[in-house]
C-alpha cells in the first residue's frame, strides 16, 4: 500500500493565519507539548471515528473574546468532522457548545486572563479511503491576525490496516464507568507504546506501557471525578489512537 500521506496531499493546501509575534494565545496537546501551527498525522480505520483534544490558553492579562473558525481543506466522501470548544474546560458551561459537521465558525467564548478552554476536533470517517486534512484556527474576534492555526490530517485505511501497524486501542468497556473499566489494545509490531489517561484539564491520571503486542488490562478510577477523560496511545513520540472515556 502507498503512503497516503503523500507530499502532493500535504502540498494541495497552504496553512494560513500562523501565531503571531504578539499572539494572546498558546496551544497544547494532551501532553502539555505546545502545538501552535502544528500538523498532527492519525490512523482512522473506515467507517471509524477519531477524537482529539487541545487546551487554548490566554496568556495575555485581560478577558479576551475568541472563536474558532474550522476548515475542511480535503474530505473523503461520506467523512465528517465536527467540534466542540468548552469554555474553561467545563461541559456545563454556558459558553460551551458542540457544532455540527455543517458549522464552520464557533460562537463566541469570553476568556480570563490566565483560563483555558478546551477543544475536541472530532472525525468519522466514512467508506471511502484517503487523506482528509481539516484545519482549526484560534482567533481573537477582535483582532484576527491573533490567531493560530492547528491542522489535523487523518488517513482513512480499510478496518483493521494502519500503514505504519501503530498500536491503537481496540476497545473499552464499561465506558462509561464509575469504579473500573477495561482497555483493549493492539500493538502489531510490538513498538515501544504507552496508554496514558488524562482528564480535561491535561492532567495523567493513569499510564501503563504496552508489553505485549495484544492484550488488555484493567483501570480502577473509583477514586477519579466524574467527566470526561480521554485515553491515548503515545508510541515513538506521538498519539496513534484516542478514545474518550466517562466517569461517572
Not at 500535504?10 to 494565545?25: V, Y
Amino acid at each position: 500500500m502507498t503512503n497516503i500521506f503523500s507530499k502532493a496531499a500535504i502540498a494541495a493546501f497552504f496553512i494560513s493565519g500562523t501565531l503571531s509575534a504578539q499572539s494572546s494565545m498558546e496551544i497544547h496537546d494532551v501532553f502539555g507539548n505546545i502545538v501552535d501551527g502544528d500538523t498532527m498525522y492519525y490512523y482512522v480505520p473506515a467507517n471509524g471515528t477519531h477524537y482529539t483534544d487541545f487546551h487554548q490558553y490566554n496568556l495575555r492579562d485581560t478577558a479576551i473574546t475568541y472563536k474558532v473558525k474550522k476548515t475542511q481543506v480535503v474530505m473523503t466522501a461520506t467523512s465528517s468532522a465536527w467540534f466542540c470548544v468548552y469554555h474553561n474546560s467545563l461541559a456545563n458551561d454556558p459558553q460551551s457548545q458542540c457544532y455540527i459537521p455543517s458549522t464552520m465558525n464557533s460562537g463566541d467564548f469570553v476568556t480570563d486572563s490566565a483560563a483555558h478552554n478546551l477543544l475536541l476536533a472530532d472525525f468519522a470517517a466514512g467508506a471511502n479511503f484517503g487523506v482528509s486534512i481539516v484545519q482549526y484556527k484560534f482567533y481573537d474576534k477582535y483582532n484576527p491576525s491573533d490567531s493560530s492555526v492547528i491542522t489535523l490530517i487523518y488517513n482513512v485505511t480499510p478496518v483493521g490496516v494502519q500503514e505504519n501497524n501503530a498500536a491503537s486501542i481496540t476497545g473499552m468497556y464499561p465506558n462509561p464507568a464509575n469504579e473500573n473499566t477495561t482497555i483493549q489494545f493492539s500493538n502489531a509490531t510490538a513498538e515501544n507504546a504507552t496508554i496514558q489517561i488524562t482528564d480535561v484539564t491535561g492532567r495523567v491520571v493513569f499510564s501503563q506501557p504496552m508489553n505485549a503486542s495484544n492484550g488488555s488490562f484493567t483501570v480502577p478510577c473509583s477514586e477519579w471525578e466524574s467527566g470526561l477523560y480521554m485515553v491515548s496511545v503515545l508510541s515513538e513520540d506521538r498519539i496513534t489512537s484516542v478514545q474518550r472515556l466517562i466517569i461517572q
